[in-house]
C-alpha cells in the first residue's frame, strides 16, 4: 500500500489554489491538500507540520514570493530534503528555480497528466 501525500500548494491566486486541489484529489495519491498564500505562510507551516511529502509552489506571490521561500527552505537542514515543484507562469524563473533547488518546473495552466508525471517522478 503506497502512502498518501500530503501537498503544500502555495499560490496568492484562489482560484488556482482552488483547481490545483481539485485535481490533486482526483489523483488516488493524495491524502490531503494544505493550502497557503504566499511563501511565508507557507514556511510557517512547514514549521508547524512534519508531514508534508511535497510543495507545489507558485513563484510571483507578494510578501515572500517562490524564490525567497526555494532559499529559505533549502537552507533549512529539516527540510531542504522536501522536493518542490514549481509552477508559474513565468519562463524566465525555470533556471532560477531550478538552480535554488527546485526538483521541478511546470508552466501553468497546470494539465493534470504532466503534474502527475511530474509529481512521479520527483517521488521517487
Same mark, same amino acid.
Given at each position: 500500500?503506497?502512502?498518501?501525500?500530503?501537498?503544500?500548494a502555495v499560490d496568492d491566486d484562489m482560484i488556482n489554489l482552488k483547481l490545483?486541489?481539485?485535481?490533486?484529489?482526483? #489523483?488516488? *495519491?493524495?491524502?490531503?491538500?494544505?493550502?497557503?498564500?504566499?511563501?511565508?505562510?507557507?514556511?510557517?507551516?512547514?514549521?508547524?507540520?512534519? %508531514?508534508? %511529502?511535497?510543495?507545489?509552489?507558485? *513563484?510571483?506571490?507578494?510578501?515572500?514570493?517562490?524564490?525567497?521561500?526555494?532559499?529559505?527552505?533549502?537552507?533549512?537542514?529539516?527540510?531542504?530534503?522536501?522536493?518542490?515543484?514549481?509552477?508559474? #507562469?513565468?519562463? #524566465?524563473?525555470?533556471?532560477?528555480?531550478?538552480?535554488?533547488?527546485?526538483?521541478?518546473?511546470?508552466?501553468?495552466? *497546470?494539465?493534470?497528466?504532466?503534474?502527475?508525471?511530474?509529481?512521479?517522478?520527483?517521488?521517487?
Open positions: 500500500m503506497l502512502k498518501l501525500l500530503n501537498i503544500l490545483l486541489k481539485s485535481m490533486l484529489k482526483k #489523483t488516488e *495519491i493524495v491524502a490531503e491538500v494544505v493550502e497557503a498564500e504566499n511563501g511565508s505562510d507557507a514556511i510557517n507551516i512547514l514549521k508547524s507540520r512534519d %508531514d508534508i %511529502d511535497l510543495i507545489l509552489l507558485d *513563484i510571483v506571490m507578494p510578501v515572500m514570493n517562490g524564490i525567497e521561500m526555494l532559499k529559505i527552505v533549502r537552507g533549512d537542514e529539516k527540510l531542504k530534503q522536501l522536493p518542490i515543484i514549481v509552477l508559474t #507562469t513565468d519562463e #524566465t524563473k525555470k533556471s532560477e528555480a531550478l538552480e535554488l533547488g527546485a526538483n521541478g518546473f511546470l508552466m501553468k495552466p *497546470i494539465r493534470i497528466n504532466e503534474l502527475k508525471e511530474k509529481m512521479d517522478s520527483v517521488l521517487i
